[in-house]
Structure formats: C-alpha cells, structure tokens
C-alpha cells in the first residue's frame, strides 16, 4: 500500500534527508587512492551518529537473512550495489558508489553517489555522467497525476540512448516510516503504467546503470550484486516528496543544487 505523508511527517523526512546530504558532503574529500571502504564507512557512522542519526542500513537482513553487517554500502567498479565494507583499498582509475541511509525520529532518508578515484578512463567518467543526468531527468517526471511509469521510462531513454544499460533485477522504492515501501520503482518500461503520483508521496529514485549489458549476479554474501559480465556500473539515488509543483529533492543541500 502507498502511504501519502502528511506536511509533519514530510518535515520529518527532511531531516532525515538533510543528514544523508551533509554525510555525503563531509565524506567526499575521503575518496582518494589508499583509504579502505571500511575506513570511509566508520566515518559515515560517526558522523551521522554525531547529527542525531542512525545509518539505516547496519543490521538490515537480506532476503536470506544475513545482516548488513556495514553502515553503508560502498561498491567498486562492477559491484553494482551493497559492497560491503572491508580492508580494501581504493585505487586510482575506480569508480566508487556509495549509498548511505539515515533515519532519524522513525523516518528515513536513502541516497547514493558514484565517484570517480583520481583520473578515470572516459568511459567510466561518462557512465557516472549519464547515470547522475539519469536521475536528474527523472526527477523532474515525478509530479503529481503522472503515470509512475513516466519515471522509469525516463532513466531507461537517456541511459539507453547513451549506450549503456539499466540494471532490471533491481528497482527504487517508497519511503517513508520504513525504509523500503510501495511502491517498486523500475529504471524501465513504458511511460504510461503504475499508479498515477500524488501529492505527499516520497519515493527514493535510484538509477543503477551498467557500461555493458544489463544482467546481475548475486553472489554468494547475500548482499553483493555485480555486473555479469564485468563491466562497471554507476549509481545515483535521491529521496524526493511529490509536491503540487515541482518535486522536492530531500537528499540534497539547498545550496548545493
């Protein structure tokens, strides 16, 4: 079931939002080459926890009930998603997407970034390009009375059009008092299926996209999701509200859009 937050609630996610954004802020200068993901993901918990928050995402069971045992996720080159923190360390030429979620007063926020590591080839500096663009042209789909399709269809015409593929195995979702609720957001499809928006929806917007084709594999960890045939992938994702006008980004600084 779709649950329409109210004005209160909304501001709730706000916050939650604000925190994920000034989490991403203060990490960024970390992603350099020799720091481990473990390193930058005790960082994102101490400096959430610092902001009156929780990351989300520590403890989550997966679908075969193994815990998340990271505050984040942080996924290298053809890890598509949920990269478990660890000793290793970044390297220059890598793409690095980090996805991080805070809740804070029963509500959530939920956003990632790929970084480029030092100089990247001009295919991954393109594939992070298209993909942010892909969310950026998303989100402006997303108002009131249009099909929920329309967002998908959006990021799956720009990623395509540029040669790349979206990820079909995994999907956005609502958000709200949970960290996942209805409903499912697809990177593709047609522009006309799925419930019509309204107003006080808040939906987390997540284009994963890959420079080759677009099958997954799940390995073994229960978490980690890459690419099958080893090119790298790319992942941007913004929680927003529905508004009677334009979308309102949640996950992102005033200043910084």
Not at 63 to 78: A, K, L, Q, R
Not at 168 to 189: C, S, W
Not at 190 to 217: D, H, Y
Request: charged share 20%; glycine share 10%.
């Amino acid at each position: 079931m779709i649950t329409i937050k109210s004005a209160v609630e909304i501001d709730r996610l706000r916050e939650s939002g604000r925190i994920v954004a000034l989490t991403f802020r203060h990490i960024e200068p970390m992603v350099v080459p020799g720091i481990t993901t473990e390193e930058i993901d005790r960082e994102i918990c101490r400096f959430i926890t610092s902001q009156g928050g929780r990351p989300a995402f520590k403890g989550i069971p997966s679908s075969t009930g193994v815990p998340f045992p990271g505050n984040s996720c942080i996924s290298i080159d053809e890890e598509v998603v949920h990269g478990i923190p660890n000793g290793r360390k970044l390297q220059a030429g890598q793409i690095v997407g980090i996805d991080i979620g805070v809740e804070k007063g029963g509500f959530y926020g939920d956003a990632a970034r790929t970084y480029k590591v030092g100089n990247v080839s001009s295919l991954k500096d393109r594939l992070v390009q298209v993909t942010k663009e892909a969310l950026a042209i998303a989100i402006q789909e997303a108002r009131a009375e249009r099909p929920l399709g329309a967002i998908s269809h959006a990021i799956q015409t720009h990623v395509e059009a540029a040669g790349f593929s979206v990820v079909r195995d995994l999907v956005g979702h609502g958000i709200g008092k949970t960290l996942h609720e209805a409903p499912q957001i697809p990177n593709f499809g047609s522009s006309n299926q799925g419930p019509k928006l309204r107003v006080g929806m808040t939906l987390a917007i997540e284009p994963m996209v890959n420079a080759g084709k677009w099958q997954v594999r799940f390995l073994p960890d229960s978490w980690r999701v890459v690419t099958l045939d080893g090119s790298p992938s790319a992942h941007f994702e913004n929680t927003i509200a529905i508004t009677d006008s334009a979308p309102e980004v949640l996950t992102e600084l005033v200043e910084d859009k």
